[in-house]
């Protein structure tokens, strides 16, 4: 009789427990504070900054390094940039390396037996992880109770009005490459949660997703200045109306995309740079060059729109070091060079070619290469010794 009363009085404590729990719904709400979610960090313009940051890191991926398998075959993480995607093609640039995922631009009937190649799914989900985060940031922008940290009210607006902003320019660009490369797309706005997850997305015509792209493009123009924080490091209403003005001749829409891109080149804020400037104006060299090594404005360079800076990530909030890899893309191996392969450092007497290589932009994997019909664009009405580039 003992042993079934405490055994009673525990069952009754757990209901009474229970139902007291089940009084306030904030029980069950995790608060983990001591991480970093989505939840904890839009809250307030420093964590929707922070996020914008993290978008612009994807973007800049562009230009890293990608995981890419050939039939049955994995090689892993090669230097292999997502950009070759869209900077090479049949008459610029073509694949000179057997590993190189996108050889069909020299044989274009392999593109056929490469469909299901894991290169076209990661740049797929690549770009819709950019357009998801974007959406998100977009969306949870409008809950209320943020802190803006404005100190007024126009100032909170303008302060939201950028967050904004900078997230639709970045879906905007997502979409671009993505209907550029797959035509037809799925077309989502909303942050995709496990409430919404889905499997069974269609495809939406590219006249529908360039719709969503011009809306989002126009509210960058009106709501982001010519030049964020005096650099060209963040996006900006420049390059806003670069790619609304491309969207628009692609809708062969020509006076709106003069219309949008006339203050861009009329304007003082850009122009081209024909006369030396920067650190290396002193050196040997040309303008041309100077952009190049010089690329932001508080350099003096008034050429560049937007620049993706090669540093460490703990260096800059811009920075992404693995986009170093494009230098490997378009370099044969130095280790090839008869020349190069003897150099010795006394330092490195055993490593003097990794140390050629740390210095160099890497051991160079020649995966692309100029054709001849771009080295002759150079040469145009006989203008090779005319042309700086």
């Not at 404590?13 to 939840?39: G, H, M, R, T």
């Not at 996020?51 to 039939?71: F, K, P, T």
């Not at 993706?308 to 090839?336: A, C, P």
């Not at 330092?347 to 995966?367: C, D, H, I, V």
Request: glycine letters at 6%; aromatic letters at 14%.
């Amino acid at each position: 009789m003992i042993m079934k009363k405490y055994i009673f009085y525990i069952f009754a404590a757990a209901a009474v427990l229970s139902s007291a729990a089940s009084c306030s719904k904030e029980f069950l709400v995790e608060a983990p504070v001591d991480d970093i979610y989505a939840e904890n960090l839009l809250t307030n313009y420093t964590g929707f900054e922070s996020m914008n940051y993290a978008l612009q890191s994807m973007v800049r991926d562009e230009y890293a390094r990608m995981d890419v398998n050939y039939g049955s075959t994995s090689f892993g993480s090669l230097p292999f940039a997502k950009s070759t995607m869209w900077s090479c093609g049949v008459d610029n640039a073509w694949g000179n390396n057997r590993h190189t995922s996108f050889r069909f631009f020299s044989y274009p009937k392999n593109i056929v037996s490469m469909t299901n190649e894991t290169c076209f799914l990661s740049l797929f989900e690549w770009l819709y992880k950019v357009v998801n985060t974007a959406n998100m940031v977009i969306g949870r922008a409008e809950l209320d109770g943020i802190d803006w940290e404005g100190g007024s009210a126009s100032a909170d607006a303008a302060n939201k009005a950028t967050v904004v902003a900078e997230a639709k320019l970045y879906r905007a660009w997502a979409y671009r490459h993505l209907t550029l490369s797959f035509g037809d797309v799925p077309l989502s706005t909303e942050e995709i949660t496990g409430s919404n997850y889905r499997v069974d997305w269609e495809r939406n015509s590219v006249a529908e997703i360039r719709a969503l792209m011009e809306a989002d493009l126009k509210y960058a123009v009106e709501n982001l200045p010519m030049r964020q924080a005096g650099n060209n490091t963040k996006p900006n209403q420049a390059v806003a109306r670069h790619y609304l003005g491309e969207l628009y001749l692609a809708m062969s829409k020509p006076q709106e995309a003069k219309a949008v891109l006339q203050p861009l080149v009329e304007g003082n804020d850009y122009a081209l740079m024909t006369s030396r400037f920067g650190s290396n104006a002193n050196n040997p060299g040309n303008a041309f060059m100077d952009v190049f090594r010089s690329p932001l404005y508080s350099e003096g360079n008034k050429e560049v729109l937007w620049a993706f800076l090669n540093t460490e990530v703990e260096n800059s909030s811009y920075g992404n070091s693995d986009v170093i890899f494009m230098r490997n893309m378009w370099v044969n191996y130095y280790s090839s060079n008869s020349t190069i392969s003897k150099l010795t450092c006394d330092l490195y007497p055993t490593q003097s070619m990794q140390l050629f290589w740390s210095l160099n932009g890497g051991k160079g994997a020649g995966r692309c290469a100029i054709s001849l019909g771009a080295f002759g664009l150079y040469d145009w009405d006989g203008q090779k010794n005319n042309d700086i580039r």
